[in-house]
C-alpha cells in the first residue's frame, strides 16, 4: 500500500520569493506522483506529473518538481511565486501495477503575501 | 467543451434522507471516481468505476451507494447512513491505457445538513 506525506499543513511566502512545497511517499513499488492545485471551492487542477523519465518535470503556472527516488520524495517549487498562486497544493501517488487509484496527500496551503 | 460537470453546486440535507450528487463527463473516459474532501484530511475515495456497469467500493464506502449505467454519467447517492455527510464532494475521470492516466476533477458539490 502506499501513503503520501505532506509535512507542512500551510505555507507562507512574500510575493516573488521562491517557494518549496514538500511532498513524500511511502511504495513498495514503482510508483506516479502527481501535483494538484486546488482554488477555493473549485475542483482540482493538474500542476504536472511524473511517469517515468526525467526526474525533474515542468508543469503549468512556472512550477517543477524532481523525483528523488532514494529520499522517497516530490517536492514542488517555483522560484518566484505571485499572489495568484495562493491555493492549496496536493500530491498523489499511484503505484504502477494498473490499479488507477490515487492516494492524496492532507494538502499544503500556500498563502503568498504582498 | 470537453469536461466534467457536478451538480448542484451546493445540496441541503435534512436528517434521513437520502440526497443524489450528479457527475456527467463528455470526454469519453472509461473510468470514474468519487471522493470526499474535509478540512485538513486530504481527499478519500469513496467509490470508483472502471466500466459500465461494474464499480469498486474505496476506503470510505459505507453509507454511500453509486451506479454506473452509462459510461458518461456517474451519480453518488448519499444515503440517511451516512451519519456525517458534510463535506465537498468531487467527481474525477480518467482513460485506461498502458500507461498511467491523469484523473480530470470537476468543480465539486457543496453537501451541507440542516
Known amino acids: 500500500a502506499q501513503s503520501v506525506t505532506q509535512l507542512d499543513s500551510q505555507v507562507p511566502v512574500f510575493e516573488e520569493a521562491p517557494v518549496e512545497l514538500r511532498c513524500n511517499y511511502s511504495?513498495?513499488?514503482?510508483?506516479?506522483l502527481f501535483w494538484y492545485v486546488q482554488y477555493p471551492n473549485q475542483g482540482l487542477q493538474l500542476l504536472l506529473k511524473?511517469?517515468?523519465?526525467?526526474?525533474l518535470v515542468k508543469g503549468i503556472n512556472g512550477f517543477e518538481a524532481e523525483f528523488n527516488k532514494s529520499q522517497t520524495s516530490f517536492h514542488l517549487r517555483k522560484p518566484s511565486v505571485h499572489i495568484s498562486d495562493t491555493a492549496e497544493y496536493f500530491c498523489?501517488?499511484?503505484?504502477?501495477?494498473?490499479?488507477?487509484?490515487?492516494?492524496f496527500g492532507t494538502g499544503t496551503r500556500l498563502k503568498v503575501l504582498a | 467543451d470537453g469536461g466534467i460537470t457536478q451538480s448542484p453546486k451546493y445540496l441541503f440535507r435534512k436528517e434521513g434522507q437520502n440526497v443524489t450528487l450528479s457527475c456527467e463527463q463528455n470526454?469519453?473516459?472509461?473510468?470514474m471516481y468519487w471522493y470526499r474532501q474535509d478540512p485538513g484530511q486530504g481527499l478519500r475515495l469513496i467509490y470508483y468505476s472502471q466500466i459500465v456497469n461494474d464499480f469498486q467500493k474505496g476506503d470510505i464506502a459505507e453509507g454511500y451507494s453509486v451506479s454506473r449505467e452509462k459510461k458518461e454519467s456517474f451519480p453518488l447517492t448519499v444515503t440517511s447512513a451516512q451519519k456525517n455527510p458534510t463535506a465537498f464532494y468531487l467527481c474525477?475521470?480518467?482513460?485506461?491505457?498502458?500507461?498511467?492516466?491523469?484523473?480530470?476533477f470537476g468543480p465539486g458539490t457543496r453537501l451541507l445538513v440542516l
Open positions: 470526454l469519453n473516459h472509461d473510468a
Open positions: 474525477a475521470s480518467s482513460i485506461i491505457g498502458g500507461v498511467m492516466e491523469t484523473q480530470y
Open positions: 511504495s513498495s513499488v514503482s510508483v506516479y
Open positions: 498523489a501517488v499511484s503505484d504502477a501495477s494498473g490499479t488507477y487509484k490515487y492516494i
Open positions: 511524473y511517469l517515468s523519465g526525467s526526474t
